[in-house]
């Protein structure tokens, strides 16, 4: 970091000199913006939207897109490696206790991190189609609190189901 910048050798004596603040680094708590991924209150799918939807915001996307990160020898790649933590942090504070102990890897990076998640999500989907489809049709209204309880529920099962990529119709949700 103690190496000048180009506009720094290149700006005149008595200009004043303006260093650009990446948008990520601006982001003091990323949980007001990305709720906490736990699987049931908050699915997998609308985590990823979210996500992706700050990362594009802040301009990180490409930290979790699968975008390669820069050689070694660039002279981006300090600055993009920096980055990429931000990111992994953003990552593991948005993920319930029990995620974050099995994403958690010493030497990691932010998509090696997304990539973990989603094979946690998506992995097994032929039998988690089949749970989720078993309790999406037996589900009764008798064994609920309340009718907005019910439907509460039918609304994150489909939502868990849609995360499996088997969507429920909304013809089978009561809105």
Not at 106 to 127: D, Y
Request: proline letters at 5%; one cysteine or more; aromatic letters at 8%.
């Amino acid at each position: 970091m103690g190496d000048k910048s180009i506009d720094q050798i290149n700006a005149k004596p008595n200009e004043k000199l303006v260093i650009a603040l990446h948008p990520a680094y601006t982001v003091t708590n990323i949980q007001t913006k990305v709720r906490i991924l736990d699987g049931t209150k908050v699915t997998y799918s609308s985590w990823v939207k979210l996500f992706t939807l700050h990362a594009r915001g802040y301009k990180v996307l490409r930290h979790i897109d699968g975008t390669p990160s820069p050689p070694k020898e660039d002279p981006t790649y300090e600055a993009w490696e920096e980055l990429d933590a931000v990111v992994l942090q953003w990552i593991y504070e948005t993920v319930s206790d029990e995620l974050f102990v099995r994403v958690l890897k010493t030497e990691s990076n932010a998509r090696e991190a997304w990539v973990r998640i989603s094979k946690l999500f998506l992995n097994n989907k032929g039998s988690r189609v089949a749970t989720l489809e078993h309790e999406f049709s037996n589900l009764k209204l008798k064994a609920m609190p309340s009718l907005e309880a019910y439907c509460q529920r039918l609304r994150e099962l489909a939502d868990m189901l849609d995360d499996v990529e088997s969507p429920v119709p909304e013809s089978r949700l009561i809105i």
